[in-house]
């Protein structure tokens, strides 16, 4: 029986060399979630017929002598917003019911199974990506696992809880200002949010173009690493894919953070953070030996930028079912694009050339630090339902404020990986580990470094370790 703790690459190792079969292992996964999705509300829907008939070509596969992929076996789990083949393609909202199935899977979707990996499920989420929480009007409220009161994150909160419940070790999200990154730190689990056009975004539902991400959750750095290696490749249906050649770090985390220079952001990355918080950054910061702090200018600004160019894109993407089916959308994500369709042109360029000078001086900042330390939330999760939280004495609203340090870095593109502090008698809280352009080798390192030295992890929820 595979357990809820088992990693994508041990059900793998364990398929390949015919210990468990694929059928097993996905098996256990679907009992899993029959047994314990109804306390997190991460899915919704499970593919069970064609997960075990995926499997059990899998099965063949090895019986034959062949090569059923690195990943064989693994039980892997979607967002909502990607393609799956038979069914609408919801993005977390109730219009997209209505829309002819998808006649193909996501690209990534495809990569993974090419892989070995497979699919069980599709995955809750804010309304078209557009939140931090995942309290979905329509669906319900995704749950953190660590205390199912609390909030899990978003936008990808299905994507998070599934990994930190055991219900499969390894699922895809987005990230257009923190999507990954939030519902990560949150969950206690890690998320690669990768350079913007590292992997192909075709056949999944974008929400701002020129911000969107896609990338894995998993419990560890290995899986991460596993999953982003089989995911990469050029591919002409997306023209934002615009990747150098494949580049796997899988081999590379042996390589470890020695010898890498490690800093600090501070300034609006300190700015009220939480006692959490202050910390996982330290316990992070000290393992690594970065006493060195940068100053990443302007983020404030930075901030305000993404949230105009967000806005406008968003509601520029769904104007005529705001004008057709304003009712049909959740309240606040309706009121929030027909904001951003009321933003003037003059705004929206202005924020784009804020851009553009933003990215060179932060790009500028690599050229003495390999790697930047930066929280990834500024507090643990919230009760479900909550409206504002206070940070430096300020009262700030949930729903726009968990993407406080994320969102500055999301619209440049660069590659961030969240990783998980579990300290005693908290809940669980992350920190981004940023890098250069095209260097998700160097955060998958540090990642791995401090896996190894036991400073994060991300162990499964305590109430679903022994589901």
């Known amino acids: ?78 967002k909502n917003l990607f393609d799956v083949k038979g069914l609408p393609t919801l993005a977390g909202s109730k219009i997209n019911r209505d829309r002819t199935p998808a006649t193909r899977d996501a690209a990534l979707v495809e990569r993974l199974e090419a892989a070995g990996a497979v699919l069980v499920g599709a995955l809750n989420m804010d309304e078209y990506a557009y939140g931090f929480t995942t309290e979905n009007s329509h669906y319900g ?35 257009t200002n923190g999507s990954i990154r939030v519902p990560s730190s949150l969950c206690g689990i890690f998320g690669l949010k990768p350079t913007y056009g590292r992997l192909t975004r075709t056949g999944s539902y974008l929400f701002a173009s020129s911000f969107d991400h896609l990338g894995p959750f998993a419990r560890s750095v290995g899986d991460i690493a596993a999953a982003y290696d089989t995911m990469q490749g050029p591919d002409p ?57 940068v100053t990443i200018p302007e983020a404030q600004r930075a901030r305000a930028a993404a949230f105009l160019i967000t806005m406008a894109e968003g509601a520029n993407l769904h104007l005529p079912d705001l004008k057709t089916r304003a009712t049909d959308f959740d309240p606040m994500t309706r009121d929030r694009f027909l904001a951003g369709a009321l933003v003037p042109a003059h705004w929206v360029l202005q ?7 933003y990215r060179a001086r932060v790009l500028e900042l690599f050229q003495t630090v390999d790697v930047i330390l930066a929280p990834a939330t500024p507090v643990v ?67 791995a470094a401090l896996e190894a030295a036991g400073v994060v992890s991300a162990p499964v929820a305590k109430a679903f370790a022994d589901a």
């Not at 314990?36 to 008939?53: E, I, K, P, S, Y």
């Not at 059923?68 to 892997?76: I, K, N, R, S, V």
């Not at 300020?394 to 993407?403: I, K, T, Y």
């Open 1 to 78: 029986m595979i357990g809820a703790s088992a990693s994508a690459r041990d059900i793998a190792a364990a398929v390949r060399t015919k210990r468990v079969s694929a059928v097993e292992a996905v098996r256990a996964a679907l009992h899993r979630i029959q047994a314990n999705d109804a306390a997190v509300n991460g899915f919704t829907t499970v593919t069970a017929d064609r997960a075990l008939a995926r499997a059990a070509d899998i099965d063949r596969v090895i019986a034959s002598g062949g090569d059923p992929g690195p990943l064989a076996g693994a039980p892997f789990a979607v």
């Open 141 to 175: 409220p995704c749950r953190n696992p660590h205390d199912t009161t609390r909030l899990a994150g978003g936008s990808s909160g299905g994507s998070a809880v599934a990994v930190a419940a055991g219900l499969v070790p390894l699922t895809l999200g987005s990230d």
């Open 237 to 293: 249906e997306d023209p934002a894919c615009s990747t150098p050649a494949a580049d796997p770090v899988l081999p590379k985390l042996a390589e470890g953070a020695g010898g890498l220079r490690v800093a600090v952001a501070d300034g609006w990355f300190r700015k009220g953070l939480s006692d959490e918080g202050q910390a996982a950054m330290a316990a992070v910061a000290g393992a690594l030996g970065a006493t060195r702090s």
């Open 351 to 357: 924020a784009q050339r804020l851009r553009r000078w």
């Open 381 to 447: 999760a919230p009760p479900i339902g909550t409206e504002f939280f206070e940070l430096d004495g300020e009262r700030l609203p949930v729903r726009a404020n968990m993407g406080l340090y994320t969102q500055p870095l999301s619209f440049i593109g660069l590659p961030i990986l969240a990783v998980p502090v579990h300290r005693p008698g908290s809940l669980p809280i992350g920190v981004q580990v940023i890098a250069a352009p095209w260097r998700e080798d160097l955060v998958l390192r540090v990642g």
